[in-house]
């Protein structure tokens, strides 16, 4: 499964969960002020709802820290962050992340 937030309007953040083939399983609008680890939680609620077998969350770098433990202990997940090693401007997709 593959966990995204994106802020492409001002004052909104979608957090996106699809499928290794990036089909959409869930997704969630929050105002940009709820922290990515929140939405990530509830998001999550509702995965092991849908999906009981998943192991593994592929996220960006918005959703590190102490929610990698928070997920493991609630929900039983692995939680891999993937994070650019591009310095450059510019667009360069990530193996893995890059589905949504």
């Given at each position: ?16 969960v699809v499928d290794k083939n990036g089909f959409l399983i869930a ?10 680890s929140k939405a990530a939680c509830l998001l999550m609620r509702i ?54």
């Amino acid at each position: 499964m593959v966990l995204m937030e994106s802020e492409q309007v001002k004052g909104i953040k979608r957090h996106v969960v699809v499928d290794k083939n990036g089909f959409l399983i869930a997704v969630m609008v929050t105002i940009a002020n709820i922290h990515d680890s929140k939405a990530a939680c509830l998001l999550m609620r509702i995965l092991k709802e849908l999906c009981s077998s998943v192991k593994t969350i592929i996220s960006d770098g918005g959703y590190r820290g102490e929610l990698a433990e928070t997920l493991r202990k609630t929900f039983g997940y692995v939680l891999q962050v993937i994070i650019s090693n591009y310095r450059e401007q510019g667009f360069r997709p990530i193996r893995k992340r890059w589905i949504v």
